[in-house]
C-alpha cells in the first residue's frame, strides 16, 4: 500500500528537470532585483527596467507545485507545503482565502469584510521569494498529457502554467437545482463579493421603505427578507439577520425595525445534518425570533418576487440563495473521472482519476459508482503491479469541495476541504524529501468529523459533535461562545484573528455598522 | 445688526403652525410604535401592519427645519442644533458624513472604510424620535414659495419635504474643468465609494502585471499611477501610496514593487496654499520618495493614457483626479443668487439671497461682485428698514462648499464648511429659544483658519498654522503625530474615534490589507 502511494510520486522528481527547464530554461528571464528594492530607483533606473515583462518565476531545479484554488483546501496546503522542497505557484480567482464562516457577521455589519478574508501572502511571507508565484486568474483547462494548465486573466489574456504536481482544489459553486432567475435576482453567500452586496441590499431598502409616499405593500416588499435553505448558512444568516434587526435597526428606527420580515424556506428539514434535537431547538428559537419558517421549494424567482412548488407568491426586497453546491464548470469540463454528482473522483489518498473509456464509446465522465468498481486499490498489490495504479492520473491530486472519494464520499464542507489540505502537504512533504517515508505519512487520507455548529443568533448556537453512541450536543451561550472561540483560533492568520476579536468588540460597544456607499 | 439678522428668524416661528398643519395635520399619521418594538410581532402583528405606508414624521408643532446633505457643514449642525426646539429632517445622498481626510488611508488599505464614514445616526441618538426624519434621496429643486423641496430616491420615487427652515449644505463635486474623460475614466477622491474604487483598481492592476505573457509596455503602464492635482489630497494621496509600495508590496514582490511608478501632475505649484517652504519640504519629499512631478496641464484622458497640454502622452493604469471642485448641478439649478464661480450666495450670517433680476432681463444667476454691491448689509440700519433684507430668502441658510459669502469669501474647506454649520446651530438655536439672543450668539460668521495640515508619506508631513506674522509652520514626523491626533479628536463619533486608531494600530502590527473582492 505504502509502496503504491510513494510509486506515482516518484515520477514527478525525474520529471522536475526536465519540464523545469522547458518551462523556465528558456524565457529571457529577468532576476526580479535588478531594479533595485526602492521606488525612486524606478525613475534613476531609466528604461531598461521599466520595458520588462511579467518576470517567470526564477528556475531552481525543484518541482513545481501548481495549487489550482485558495479556500480552504488549497489554503491549507499552502500554509502547510515545505516550501523548501517546492516552487509553488497558485492560481486563484481571488487573492485572498474565504473565511467562510464569518461571511454571515460580515453581512449584517458585525464584521468587517476584511475579518473574512485571509490574504494568501499573509499566509506565507517565503511566498515573496521570486520562484513562488501567485497568479490571480481563472484555470480553464489542465492537460495531463503536456503538464499544463490553461488559464485566462480578467483582461482576457491567456497563458498556460506548467506543473510537476498539481493539486486542484478549485471548490464548487452555489446552485441553482436549475431554478429560473436565481443567478439574475438572488444573492449566494458564498465570497466577500456576495457578503458586501447583501450588506448593501440589505441597507439600501431599509433606507428606501423610509421614503414618504413609498406605499404600504412595497414598503412591506422591500422589508422582507427571503432565506433560501436552511443548512448552517441560511439558519446562521437568519440568526444574524434578527441581531441586527432587533439590536441595531431598532435603535434607529423602532417603527421601521418592526416592519421587517424574515422567511426562511426550506424544503426538507433545518440543519438536516444535525441531531434531531438540535434542529428543534433551532427551529424553535429562530421561529421566537421572529423569524418564519417555510417548507416548500422555490419554483422561480423574478426580480421583485418568487413562486413555491405550492403556488404561493411572495415578494421580496432582498433574497439570500444558500442551497446545496454543484460542481464548477471547470471541474465539469476536466477530462478526469467525475462521480455520480459531477465531482473529481479520487482514490482514497485524494489523487484524481482517469477518465473511463467504456469499449466502443467515446469517453465521458463515469459515475462514482464506475470509479468503485474499476479503481478500488487492490490492497497489498506491489505498486507497479497494482492494476489501479493504472487508472491514476500522475501527480494530480484534488481536495475540498470539487472532489471526492470514490471509496469515501464526503460532504462538501470546511473541514472535509481542510483537512485534505492538511493530509495533501504531509504526503507531498514526505515525498519530496526522499527516503523512505513513515507509514503515517502515506496512509490513506481519514477524514475527523469535528463537529457541526452553526449559531443561532441572540448569543446563541447549537454544537453537535456527532461522537458515535456518546452523541454531544450543546445549545445556548455557552455554544456560542464556543462557536466564536473555534473560529478564532480556525482563522488563517493572526491579523484576521486581532481584526475579528477586536471588531466582536467594537460591535458589543458600538453595535453594528449601517453606513452605506 | 442684532436686530436685523433676528428679524429675520421671527418669520418662520410664526409660520410654523401653519405650515405644520398643512404638512403634516391633514395626513393620515399612523404611530411609528404601533407594531411594537420586536420582530416577532410584525408576524403575531397581522396584516394591518404589513400595509402601511412609510410613516411621516410625527407633528409636535415645533418648526421643521430640513438639513440638505450630510457632509461637514450638514453633519456639524446636526450634531449641534437643539433637538427639543426643532424638529429635524436630513435629506442626503449618503447616509453618513465622510471623514474626507481619511479617504487616502482608505485607498491604501491603511483604513477601513468604515473608519472614514460617520453615520448620521451615530451622530445623535435622538433622531430616532419619530419627529425627526432621515431620506436617503437626492434633492433636485427647492420651492421658497410654497417651502417645499422636491426630492428623489434611487428608484426614482419622487417626493415633496416641507420645511420652515432649510439649510443648504449639499457640498460642491469634483470640477472636471471641462477636460473630457476625466469622468468616465478617471477616479474622483471625494467619497468612501470612490476610496474603495480606487484601492481596488489599484490591487487589481498590480496583481494584472504579474500575469505570465504580460509584455513590458502592459506592465509598466499597469504599475503607473498618475495623480492629478497637487493639492492636500492629492500630495497625501502620492505620501500614502509610497508607503504602501515600499512598505507593504515591496514585502510581497520587491521586483514588482519597483517597477511601480507614481507621477503627480500639478498645473500651478504642489500645496499653493500652505508657506514657500512647506511647499519646498512637500516637493523635496515626494521627489526623494520616487514620485515624479510633472508641471503641466492634462488635456485629455482616454481608457489608457492621457495627454498634457505640452503635447506628452502617458500611459496610465490607474488616474487619480483631485484638483478643484465646483457646484453640482442641484446648485446650478437653484433660483437664488449665485457668486461668480456658480456657488450660492449668503450674506455674513450664512443667509441665502434673493435672485437679482436685472431692469428689463429675465432672473439669471448674478456674480459675486451683484451680490457684494446690492447686498452689502448696511451697518446700523434698523431690521425692518434695511434695504439688504430684502433680498434675503427667508429661513434659508447655506453652510460649506455649495455657497460663498458675498463679502468674505472662503475656499472650499472642510473646516470652513464645520465652522458655518457650527455657527449656524448656534444662531438656530437662539432664534428658537425665543427671548432677546445675546450679541455673541447672532453675530456674523467670522471664520478662524486652524491651520493647513498634509501628510507626505514616510511618517512626515507638513502643518501651516498661518499666523499672521509669527508664520508657524513644522515638518517631519512631530507634524504626523499632530496629524494624526487632530483628526482623531475631530473625527464625529467615539465609534470611528476607536476604530481607527484600532486601525492604525493593526496596520503598524501587520501592514496594510491587500486582499481584494
Known amino acids: ?60 531545479g525543484r518541482p513545481r507545485l501548481v495549487i489550482l484554488g485558495s479556500g480552504w483546501g488549497g489554503a491549507r496546503l499552502v500554509k502547510d507545503i515545505d516550501l523548501n522542497q517546492y516552487d509553488v505557484t497558485i492560481v486563484s480567482t481571488r487573492n485572498h482565502m474565504v473565511f467562510t464562516p464569518l461571511l454571515t457577521s460580515t453581512c449584517v455589519g458585525t464584521l468587517e469584510p476584511r475579518c473574512a478574508a485571509v490574504p ?19 484555470a480553464t483547462q489542465v492537460d495531463p498529457a503536456a503538464r499544463t494548465i490553461s488559464c485566462t486573466d480578467t483582461t482576457g489574456l491567456t497563458f498556460e502554467v506548467p506543473y510537476d504536481v498539481l493539486t486542484l482544489s478549485t471548490g464548487s459553486q452555489g446552485s441553482t437545482f436549475g431554478t429560473p432567475g436565481v443567478e439574475e435576482h438572488a444573492h449566494f453567500l458564498r465570497d466577500v463579493a456576495n457578503a458586501t452586496a447583501i450588506r448593501s441590499t440589505l441597507i439600501k431598502n431599509w433606507m428606501l421603505a423610509n421614503i414618504p409616499g413609498r406605499t404600504g405593500p412595497e414598503r412591506c416588499r422591500l422589508l422582507h427578507i427571503v432565506v433560501v435553505g436552511g443548512g448552517p448558512t441560511g439558519v446562521e444568516f437568519a440568526g444574524e439577520l434578527t441581531d441586527f434587526i432587533q439590536k441595531d435597526l431598532h435603535k434607529i428606527d423602532p417603527a421601521r425595525a418592526s416592519d421587517i420580515k424574515v422567511t426562511l424556506i426550506e424544503a426538507v428539514e433545518l440543519l438536516s445534518a444535525f441531531d434531531g434535537r438540535l434542529r428543534e431547538y ?10 418564519k419558517i417555510v417548507k416548500g421549494l422555490v419554483k422561480e424567482i423574478r426580480e ?11 415578494e421580496y426586497g432582498l433574497c439570500v440563495w444558500s442551497t446545496g453546491v454543484g460542481p464548477t464548470t471547470f471541474t465539469t469540463a476536466l477530462p478526469f473521472a467525475k462521480t455520480a454528482r459531477g465531482r473529481i473522483a479520487v482514490d482514497d489518498c485524494q489523487r484524481v482519476l482517469r477518465q473511463i473509456h467504456a469499449s466502443g ?43 471526492a472519494s470514490a471509496t469515501q464520499p464526503l460532504p462538501a464542507l470546511a473541514q472535509v476541504a481542510e483537512q485534505q489540505g492538511k493530509y495533501l502537504a504531509r504526503v507531498l512533504n514526505a515525498k519530496a524529501k526522499g527516503g523512505q517515508p513513515s507509514a503515517a505519512q502515506l496512509s490513506p487520507f481519514r477524514y475527523r468529523h469535528m463537529g457541526s455548529m452553526a449559531t443561532t443568533g441572540g448569543g446563541s448556537a447549537v454544537i453537535d459533535l456527532g461522537k458515535g453512541k456518546s452523541h454531544l450536543t450543546f445549545t445556548g451561550i455557552k455554544s456560542y461562545l464556543a462557536w466564536r472561540s473555534a473560529y478564532l483560533t ?5 491579523r484576521n484573528r486581532f481584526f475579528t476579536a477586536g471588531n466582536w468588540f467594537m460591535t458589543t460597544l458600538f453595535g453594528r455598522d449601517v453606513s452605506r456607499w
Open 1 to 60: 500500500m505504502l509502496a503504491r502511494v510513494w510509486g506515482a510520486c516518484t515520477q514527478f522528481t525525474s520529471a522536475t528537470s526536465v519540464l523545469g527547464a522547458r518551462a523556465f530554461g528558456s524565457e529571457a528571464f529577468l532576476p526580479c532585483n535588478t531594479a533595485g528594492s526602492s521606488l525612486a530607483r524606478s525613475f534613476t533606473g531609466g528604461a531598461a527596467v521599466s520595458a520588462r515583462a511579467s518576470p517567470l518565476p526564477t528556475p531552481t
Open 120 to 138: 494568501i501572502v499573509g499566509l506565507r511571507p517565503e511566498l515573496e521569494h521570486p520562484q513562488h508565484k501567485l497568479y490571480i486568474a481563472e
Open 282 to 291: 433551532a427551529s424553535q428559537r429562530l421561529t421566537r425570533r421572529g423569524i
Open 304 to 314: 421583485t418576487d418568487l413562486t413555491l412548488d405550492n403556488g404561493d407568491k411572495m
Open 361 to 403: 464509446k467515446a469517453a465521458e465522465p463515469s459515475s462514482v459508482d464506475d470509479v468503485e468498481r474499476k479503481d478500488r486499490p487492490q490492497e497489498g498489490s506491489a505498486d507497479h503491479e497494482d492494476p489501479s495504479n493504472r487508472e491514476v492520473v500522475p501527480n494530480i491530486y484534488a481536495v475540498g469541495d470539487c472532489c
Open 490 to 494: 480556525k482563522l488563517g492568520s493572526w
